[in-house]
Nanobody, 121 residues
Framework: QVQLVESGGGLAQPGGSLRLSCAAS????????IAWYRQAPGKQRELVATITFGGITNYADSVKGRFTISRDNAKNTVYLQMNSLKPDDTARYYC???????????????WGQGTQVTVSS
């Protein structure tokens, strides 16, 4: 069984910062690309940032220059450093990872339960 657990969400003021974490646990052989998505009330889920196993990153235009995705492969953990936060960043943030199971060798996508980020004064 593989699990993704996000943490680090909360309330931040405009211009403030938060750091999200997503830890993978369970029967893991390898983790390929990891992504952060977000979904605001009444809106579709949108891709925020991705990082490959080798560390190649991509960002949505709306967060470029403000958010930084990184990963610690030894800890099976990905981070999202969010700076210069705006009210429009308010959403539930989800971690998504392509994980190959150590027990079945299957490669599939896993989702975390999400963590809420609210940006408000």
């Amino acid at each position: 069984q593989v699990q993704l657990v996000e943490s680090g969400g909360g309330l931040a003021q405009p211009g403030g910062s938060l750091r999200l974490s997503c830890a993978a646990s369970g029967s893991i052989f390898s983790i390929n690309t990891i992504a952060w998505y977000r979904q605001a009330p009444g809106k579709q889920r949108e891709l925020v940032a991705t990082i490959t196993f080798g560390g190649i990153t991509n960002y949505a235009d709306s967060v470029k220059g403000r958010f930084t995705i990184s990963r610690d492969n030894a800890k099976n953990t990905v981070y999202l450093q969010m700076n210069s936060l705006k009210p429009d960043d308010t959403a539930r943030y989800y971690c998504n990872a392509d994980i190959r199971s150590a027990s079945t060798a299957w490669l599939r996508k896993y989702w975390g339960q999400g963590t809420q980020v609210t940006v408000s004064s």
